[in-house]
Structure formats: C-alpha cells, structure tokens
C-alpha cells in the first residue's frame, strides 16, 4: 500500500463513518476496525449497502442536473474517500471546464482524494482541503484561494450524506452562513439520513444504526424530515423536492425504496 494511504491524524482504533462508507460502496480505503463495524451494520440493518448505493446514485444525478442547468463549480463538503462517480468526473461528462473542490476533515480520504488528483485531475480546476465544515468562513474563504472556484459565479454546494454526523444543534447557524456565501443562482445539494416516515422494520433497524454509531468515532444524529427541509433556507426547491435519495428524478419503478436516506436539490433566488 502506498505509504501516503496512511496520513499523520489517522485513528485505526475506532471505526469512522468515511472509511465506513467507502466499504459499504465495495471500496477498499477502509480498515479491518472498519469492515468489522460494517458487517455488523448489515445485521443491524441489512439494506446499507443498498442505501450506501442508492445515495452515491443520487449524488452523481444532482450533480448532473446541476451541470445541465449551468452551475458548473462544485464545493463537496464532506466528499469522503473517492470512489467511482466522483464529482468531477460527472461534471466533466457535461462541461469539460467544470471546477470542484473536495473537502473532509478524515485524513484518509483527503489523502486519497489528493493522490487521485495527482493521477487523473487538472490543477486548476480541482483541488482537496482537509478542514472542518462547521467553520463556513473559513472553509470558503480557502476554497477560494485555491483559485478553482469562481466567487463571481454560481457554485453547487454539496452536503451528501455528512450533515447526520454533525450533531451541534447550532447546525443549521452554519449552513445558513453557507447559503448567504453563495452567489445567486447556486445549487445546494443535500442528503441525510432520517426516522421521519419511517416504519416497522426499517424503523426499528434505523434505531440500531443510532445505537451502533455511538461506538464509532463519528457518532450520527438522524434528524427529522422538516429540521432537513430547514437547511435549505429560503432556496427554491428543485422538483421533486424532499424525497427518498432513490426516488429523485429517477424513473424507475424497480429501484430499491430505501425511506430512512432522503435528499433534494435547491436554487438561491435572484439569478
């Protein structure tokens, strides 16, 4: 393994929801504490892989959608370990002057994401930070300095299955701040997981996921459906709104219905 795949800050003693994450997708930046846990959520709840799947599917459709409407820049909070159908590698398929920067505070997948940018990605218009999303300010401010983002132009921001492992109740302040940061006519993307609707089985299953979480370094906080709908502000939401991840603008009566994994897509007002 290449020696850069373990980064200084790196804690193997607990599992973490990145490297999680990554397993649950069929990746391989993931550790034995990792994949142990894993196989234990599957017992706990056995459709995570397919939720894991069905939320990647709906990152690369928001942010093709956001591509084909003329947002063209991309700041991934949260971006985890690269795998298939990063998010340059979608924008690109539709603008091949499209412009992304990845942020995560685990050192592995920013360690990854730099090596992959190194192989496959263009400097001047992508670029990884490590950092704290819970600091706006300071997260925008150095994606700007990159000099991969435009401040003048509308930006995509994406918030894909990360906010659930962000508890402060104060949350919503620091998204707030990020939609007064964007200019007119961005995107926010957003999904998370959540009880609300939820039930029977699912739901029962969705509390032992809480539960587990509480043992790994990255503890989760499932909000309900109207506190998500909140950190959208006052953006207009893009049709069909607040839906179940497999169910955004996908037409197909035989996808996997997965209710507890919600995500949306909406527009800052004035472009």
Excluded at 152 to 178: G, N, Q, S
Excluded at 201 to 228: G, H
């Amino acid at each position: 393994m290449d020696p850069r795949f373990l980064p200084d800050g790196v804690d193997l003693e607990r599992p973490n929801a990145a490297r999680i994450y990554d397993w649950a997708l069929g990746g391989t930046a993931n550790w034995a504490v990792d994949r142990e846990f894993g196989e234990q959520l599957v017992k706990a709840f056995p459709l995570v892989r397919t939720a894991a799947r069905a939320n990647r599917a709906f990152l690369g459709r928001a942010v093709r959608y956001c591509a084909e409407h003329g947002v063209n820049q991309f700041l991934d909070l949260g971006s985890g370990v690269p795998t298939v159908g990063n998010v340059h590698e979608i924008a690109d398929d539709v603008d091949d002057d499209s412009r992304c920067v990845y942020v995560d505070n685990e050192p592995v997948a920013v360690a990854h994401a730099r090596i992959l940018l190194e192989r496959n990605g263009d400097p001047a218009r992508h670029a990884v930070l490590g950092g704290d999303l819970r600091d706006p300010d300071d997260i925008w401010e150095r994606a700007i300095d990159t000099g991969v983002l435009d401040p003048a132009k509308p930006v995509a921001l994406l918030t894909v299955a990360v906010l659930h492992f962000v508890p402060e109740p104060e949350l919503a302040d620091v998204i707030a701040r990020y939609r007064r940061l964007l200019p007119a006519g961005s995107f926010y993307v957003l999904s998370h997981v959540t009880m609300s609707g939820v039930e029977g089985d699912e739901l029962e299953q969705v509390q032992r996921v809480v539960k587990q979480y509480e043992q790994s370094s990255t503890p989760a906080s499932f909000r309900d459906k109207e506190e998500i709908l909140g950190f959208f502000g006052d953006f207009d939401l893009v049709a069909p709104g607040l839906v179940p991840v497999g169910a955004w603008r996908l037409d197909d009566p035989h996808s996997p219905a997965v209710d507890c994994a919600i995500g949306g897509v909406a527009r800052k007002p004035g472009f």
